[in-house]
């Protein structure tokens, strides 16, 4: 299977799943393929606990600013420039597939669960919010595997 040019993962508000699922492939596929992430909505700030789980494998993710898809296309980044959307939610699953349906953008739904309302505290959360990211890294791992040459 070859790769992709260029990946867009997608969920509701681009601060947890998509961020995360954005750094960890960048961080396993380096330069060779084009990775960005939206929201359906970008209402929220990156969330502390993806900040940290992430950067306890050493993807940085402060910087990171929520993005929605309708802010991507005003900056010139429409959906439809993407080799592959990745929706990490139904509802972006809706929006891709409506927004791309007459293009030739593969989009593919990963079901990953959203940690935010997961545990009462803060080790709890962190565990799933690790959990979540765990499952994203071996989903990236499978789905992009990269030859060791």
Known sequence: MSLPSSVLFCCNHNSVRSPMAEGLMKLHVGNKIYVQSAGVASDREIDGFSI???DEVGVQLIQHKARSFKEMEE??????GYDLIIALSPIAKKIALETTMNNAV?????????????????EEK????????????????????????
């Open 106 to 122: 593969d989009v593919e739904f990963w079901e990953i669960g959203d940690p935010t309302a997961e545990g009462e505290t803060r």
């Open 126 to 149: 962190l565990s799933a919010y690790r959990s979540i990211r765990d499952e994203l890294n071996e989903r990236i791992k499978s789905r992009f595997p990269l030859n060791s040459t």
């Open 75 to 80: 900056i010139g980044e429409d959906l439809d």
């Open 52 to 54: 940290s789980v992430c």
